[in-house]
Nanobody, 110 residues
Framework: VQLQASGGGSVQAGGSLRLSCAVARSIFRGNDMDWYRQAPGKQRELVARITSSGTTNYADSVKGRFTISRDDAKNTIYLQMNSLKPEDTAVYYC?????WGQGTVVTVSS
């Protein structure tokens, strides 16, 4: 398995969750890494990206609430999600090169 995502769950609006994605060492180094999400009935969308040099980019809908980070020692990327809203409900996927994690479900209730 190249990517293994975890950390999803159910929270109330305003709550927080942290997603993790363990990445195979062979593809971790030197690559940009992303979190995507797909809500029911919608297309998959890019949520956040972190480059190999640590530069981050976010979708406008999550700016100021979500933080992507990487731990090079653990070959893991994270997505810290704060101030969650019902519209953040989706399956979240980590992505590196052309590999996808299995998805982890985030449900935010109002």
């Amino acid at each position: 398995v190249q990517l293994q995502a975890s950390g999803g769950g159910s929270v109330q609006a305003g709550g927080s969750l942290r997603l993790s994605c363990a990445v195979a060492r062979s593809i971790f180094r030197g690559n940009d890494m992303d979190w995507y999400r797909q809500a029911p009935g919608k297309q998959r969308e890019l949520v956040a990206r972190i480059t190999s040099s640590g530069t981050t980019n976010y979708a406008d809908s999550v700016k100021g609430r979500f933080t992507i980070s990487r731990d090079d020692a653990k070959n893991t990327i994270y997505l810290q999600m704060n101030s969650l809203k019902p519209e953040d409900t989706a399956v979240y996927y980590c992505h590196v090169v052309f590999f996808w994690g299995q998805g982890t479900v985030v449900t935010v209730s109002s």
